[in-house]
């Protein structure tokens, strides 16, 4: 082995380390990852993708043994999985971002792989053994290049359906992939390798990002949720106690939603959830987490800096003017009942607001319907 | 040139992994714990070390004068500055498991003497390498791994550590971290019998990089305060209950501190808080005999799990937590720590629901309570 080849082979060990430690976490996790089939899927391709590599990169064998057989057959299963996994990638990004894709959908756009199938047992059959992989190689790039243009070119239109920094995140790694991948098929003889790494760390990097984020939102209304707000409380607090800067709370619930709950069904109380996440989210504006805490309870955090105390509440309210104007002949509107607060310096205390919270959550409980008046009331006392 | 361009992508990668990861945790505050500016800082300098060896092959190539002298005074600070990221995330670690760093990071500084040293002294006496006629030439092949002996004390350190903090772990958590802090030491072996320098550090992002996300899982399964489970890591349990109650019986106690509203408004929340921690050792102290889940459920009420064998069980823990708590009542005089218990068993032929099951404990203890 020439120590060309031993660094390939440490390239592509880091790359196969991080494929394989994002598999073994998916799969330890099956829970949390349930509709994750296609990412799943992706990787896998992936990790058997970088061992043929290297077990096609690893060694010159004298022709006419068996291991020149293993060595082609080694860099055409390289060839063969390369654009599968790129179309599996593009399917996640699909479902990332609620495209829907029917089945017959899915099936047009595996045509260019079965194409490019074709195209390589072609290549096989009219060149020598030893060619596959040299030669006219670069252009076997092409095809996985469209299915990332055609991903990047999706996280652009559809960008305002996620959180901003996972749009941002997944254009910063198409664009990578993109370049990367131009790279390689440029300069393909030139013995670049860039292929295995930009894909696994690409996969790396959608899975932190868009999984992490999973287990910190709501599945209902796409809000943080509970856990989520309790390690930015303690943000909060740092920033409250040792930067000194004024933070303030708003808690709304929504009035009567028991009666929602109880004289609609459930489906209905859901989809009135999600209304009030919507208004809520649309008019707090950017770089303000809201959270769902509970049942029907929705917590806003701030930091006092371009918006000024009392903008968001006003700001919440006319949107909820508008929304209830819009659907005036409904079932039923939807109110909230707003109380906010003002942490001036050195004041704000992460485990007593946690158990303040969680105290009026539980007294609103035990009184079954939630009705709004004492509710402030309370927190205004306890605030 | 190829190879080091290759090299130089790899580096680019995980740089553009950390930056996102950072930057994930940063937007979403979820970066609370302070020990993570230690890994920050010595992720930035095990960077900075991937660039080392790539500038020392690039002095190999030119025909400059003097080239020889520049490239030992370079390979002597690579030497020198390998300590510096190791006891970056050393501290980070040690930070991590709440272990008092005021003795330890004296230790861990030695190795950077050591080599300081040891460059020093091959700089007047050589036997490492030496300038032959302006070129460089290296004396001993062996001696110049000493100072990569670095690696395998922090390694050693750092499992050390781990095995002793993460006694009361369940699962695999313990051996995967271990794992990970393995990662360099497997590479640097890699390294040594290949000659091929570069990846050392590569590696050791590596690492870096998967312990990092490790402990964010593992934090967020983790009461800040107590440094118990929280509801997280129960949940995940009652699904792993919910395969396991085909087999056997679960016994479930929980705990729940009597009149500890009363301490808290007489002594204020700073003795309250103090309060709950010890309740958390003493509960930690009586149990660590067995295997169990021990959980902050709520505010003052715990939650123990196992696997049920015997009737004399339940006695046993009770008694061995009571007998504690007396132990601390005799010590501490400003106030006493007194448990009630809410226990319950579930049979294996019933289907197991781990909310329910939850909620007629919370009730089973509000009776418990209600008697004394």
Not at chain 1, 82 to 98: D, K, M, N, R, S
Not at chain 1, 318 to 324: A, F, I, S, V
Not at chain 2, 185 to 190: C, G, P, S
Not at chain 2, 324 to 345: A, D, H, V
């Amino acid at each position: 082995m020439s120590s060309e080849q031993i660094g390939y082979l440490f390239n592509n060990a880091i790359f196969l380390l991080l494929t394989l430690f994002i598999l073994i976490y998916v799969l330890a996790k099956r829970k949390l990852f349930q509709s994750e089939k296609y990412f799943k899927v992706a990787c896998l391709l992936l990790c058997v993708m970088i061992i043929a590599r290297i077990g096609g990169e690893m060694y010159n064998p004298l022709p006419g043994t068996i291991l020149e057989y293993v060595k082609v057959a080694c860099l055409f299963s390289f060839y063969w999985i390369l654009p599968t996994i790129t179309y599996y990638l593009f399917l996640y990004i699909l479902q990332i971002f609620a495209v829907k894709c029917s089945d017959l959908k899915k099936f047009l756009f595996f045509i260019p792989i079965i194409i490019y199938h074709g195209l390589l047992i072609a290549d096989l059959c009219v060149f020598k053994l030893d060619q596959v992989g040299n030669g006219w190689s670069g252009l076997f790039y092409i095809m996985p290049f469209l299915y990332l243009l055609c991903s990047a070119i999706v996280t652009i239109v559809k960008r305002e359906k996620v959180d901003a920094f996972i749009s941002f995140a997944l254009l910063l790694i198409f664009v990578f992939l993109i370049t990367a991948f131009t790279l390689q098929g440029l300069f393909y003889q030139k013995g670049v390798n860039f292929t295995s790494g930009s894909l696994s760390i690409s996969t790396f990097s959608i899975f932190l990002i868009v999984s992490l984020d999973l287990s910190n939102r709501d599945p209902l209304t796409h809000l943080l949720n509970r856990e989520a707000l309790r390690s930015a409380i303690k943000y909060y607090c740092y920033v409250n106690n040792k930067l000194h800067k004024e933070i303030e709370i708003i808690m709304i619930d929504i009035d009567e939603f028991k009666n929602i709950n109880d004289s609609f069904g459930h489906n209905e109380g859901d989809r009135a959830l999600i209304k009030a996440a919507k208004i809520i989210s649309s008019s707090s504006g950017e770089g303000v987490r809201c959270y769902r805490y509970g049942g029907d309870e929705f917590i806003i955090i701030h930091v006092i800096k371009k918006r000024k105390v009392g903008v968001i509440k006003e700001d919440i309210e006319k949107e909820l003017l508008l929304h209830n104007e819009k659907y005036k002949d409904g079932d039923y509107q939807i109110n909230f009942s707003i109380g906010s607060n003002v942490y001036t310096k050195e004041s704000l205390n992460d485990i007593e607001f946690i158990n303040m919270v969680d105290k009026l959550m539980y007294e609103d409980k035990k009184r079954g319907t939630s009705t709004n008046q004492s509710f402030i009331g309370k927190k205004d006392d306890n605030l | 040139m190829i190879e080091n361009l290759n090299y130089l992508f790899v580096v680019l990668c995980l740089m553009l992994i950390f930056i996102l990861t950072i930057g994930y945790f940063y937007y979403n505050k979820l970066m609370v714990n302070t020990s993570y500016k230690y890994l920050f800082i010595s992720s930035l300098l095990a960077f900075i070390m991937c660039f080392f060896p790539f500038i020392y092959k690039l002095l190999e190539i030119n025909n400059v004068a003097n080239i020889g002298l520049y490239r030992s005074i370079f390979y002597g600070v690579y030497l020198v500055s390998l300590a510096f990221p190791i006891y970056h995330y050393c501290i980070f670690l040690l930070d991590f498991l709440n272990v008092s760093k005021d003795k330890i990071q004296y230790f861990l500084i030695i190795p950077f003497f050591f080599n300081l040293i040891y460059v020093v002294i091959n700089f007047f006496v050589p036997f490492i390498y030496k300038l032959e006629n302006g070129s460089f030439v290296f004396i001993n092949q062996i001696l110049v791994y000493i100072p990569y002996l670095v690696i395998l004390i922090s390694v050693i350190s750092t499992t050390f550590y781990i095995l002793k903090n993460l006694k009361f772990s369940v699962g695999w958590d313990c051996v995967i971290l271990i794992g990970f802090q393995f990662i360099p030491l497997i590479a640097l072996v890699l390294i040594i019998s290949f000659k091929l320098y570069n990846y050392l550090w590569t590696f050791y992002i590596l690492s870096m990089l998967f312990t990092f996300i490790f402990c964010i899982i593992r934090q967020s399964h983790i009461d800040g305060l107590t440094g118990l489970y929280n509801r997280n890591e129960l949940n995940e349990h009652l699904i792993r209950y919910k395969v396991k109650s085909k087999k056997c019986n679960i016994l479930a106690i929980m705990i729940d501190i009597n009149d500890f509203k009363s301490i808290n408004d007489r002594y204020g929340h700073v003795v309250g808080d103090e309060a709950l921690i010890e309740a958390s050792n003493i509960l930690k102290m009586s149990i660590k005999d067995y295997k169990m889940l021990l959980v902050r459920y709520a505010g003052d009420e715990f939650l123990i799990m196992k696997t049920y064998n015997k009737e004399e069980e339940i006695e046993n823990i009770t008694s061995l937590i009571n007998g504690e708590c007396q132990k601390f009542n005799k010590k501490n005089k400003t106030y006493q720590i007194n448990f009630s218990f809410g226990t319950e068993i579930f049979n294996k032929q019933n289907e197991f629901d781990g909310e329910r099951f939850v909620e007629q404990l919370d009730k089973k203890m509000y009776e418990d309570k209600r008697n004394k």
